[in-house]
């Protein structure tokens, strides 16, 4: 997987100050261009002395912003929409008197000013003569912005243009740019991998206004979705009953009965990397479902159920590249059950939680949960939420997915 992928489609501000360093921010520019993200570039009054603006225009492909009160790109307010818009700020060369400027936070053109309204990261590669660098004010001004969260990337030693050798140089364009990709890519450990995750309880309707449900609330399946999401997977969320609201970063499919179910999964089956199924999923179905509201009587009444079909040991009989899941709620004899459930479904692993327990299965934030492997392994965790059983069961699918590529390799 190339790391380049994580930096597609980002849209990357480049601040360029005025220092001699600032024909580098060219190369950085362009590095970045090729890794796949969208560049726009604020030069200072000063950088326009050192490089041109149509150098970066014909690199980046966007125009170029040079001052608060020229042209403007875009018709809205300039340098908030730039702010707005940041997926990152990188300033490169950053001057001494830039970084004096933000440190007490002004704003008078339009790089301070965006950096200011931004809510993205900003990154500051500082270039300058060394005694300037060390300069206690310059050092200070440092630990400021550091401590407001931005990251300084650490200048070069080496020649410098002002003659003398010492810390001050702006490190290379290459390693500027890993430093990017880096933060772009952390946390990326899912990135180009299709998870389809179910949640939720599915009903069997009665008639219009009645059905036969479950307890589940769909928060341990979402809780799996939406770290998968995090770390950088597509996830497709087939969600039954469930109030939670579709998630943010992934493709939430609503359904209610066993059989729509069934049709998303096996409509998203094939591209999957992995299928992780924690919906409670309607064994039975009612064999009559009346078009009108049932009237009631003075009589008994009894339902007719038939089975409806098993979603996950369908998947277990097709399964080819993709890595199965399960999940079993059990009120007895969890690890018996559970074992049966891993095998005859030919499942990768099982997350088995006995229900019954105080902090585990329906409707908490927490679980208690057993993991069974194909190999007999268990592994028996305590009582967590189900945002960080999410995490467990994600780590243990991502040491599946590299035990497959050192084989194939
Ligand atoms: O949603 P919450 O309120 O957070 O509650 C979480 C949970 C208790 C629902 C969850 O932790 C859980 O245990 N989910 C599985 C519930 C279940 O239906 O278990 P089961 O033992 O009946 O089924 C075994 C596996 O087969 C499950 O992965 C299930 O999704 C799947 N199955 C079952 C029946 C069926 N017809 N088709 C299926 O795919």
Partial sequence: MSSGHCMTGKKIILGVTGGIA?????EVASRLRKAGAEVHVI???????????????EITGNPVNTGMWGKVAHWNVEHIALAQMADLVLVAPATANLIAKLSIGMADDMLTTTILATRAPVFLAPAMNSNMFSNPVTQKNLETLRAQGMEIIPPASGHLACGVDGVGRLPEPVDIVARVEEYFCQGQSLKGRKILVTAGGTIAPIDPVRFIGNRSSGKMGYAVAEEAARRGAEVVLVLGVSALPDLGNARTIRVETTEEMRQAVLQE??????????????????????????????????????????????????????????FAAETQNL???????LAKKNLDFIVANDVTMPGAGFQGETNIARLVFRD?????????????????????LEGIFRERCARVE
């Fill in 376 to 396: 007999g392994r268990a592994e028996e965790h305590p009582m967590m939420k189900k945002s960080e059983l999410a995490c467990v069961i994600l780590d243990h």
């Fill in 335 to 341: 690890m018996e059950y559970a074992k049966k459930k």
């Fill in 22 to 26: 600032a024909y580098k921010a060219v």
């Fill in 43 to 57: 030069m200072t009054r000063a950088a326009q002395e050192f490089v041109t603006e149509l150098t970066f225009r």
């Fill in 269 to 326: 089956f094939s591209d999957s990397d992995a299928v992780i199924k924690a919906a409670a999923v309607a064994d039975y179905r009612v064999k009559q479902v009346a078009g009108q509201k049932i009237k009631k009587s003075d009589d008994d009444w009894s339902i007719d159920l038939v089975r409806n079909p098993d979603i996950l040991y369908e998947l277990g009989q097709k399964k080819e590249h993709q890595v199965l899941v399960g």
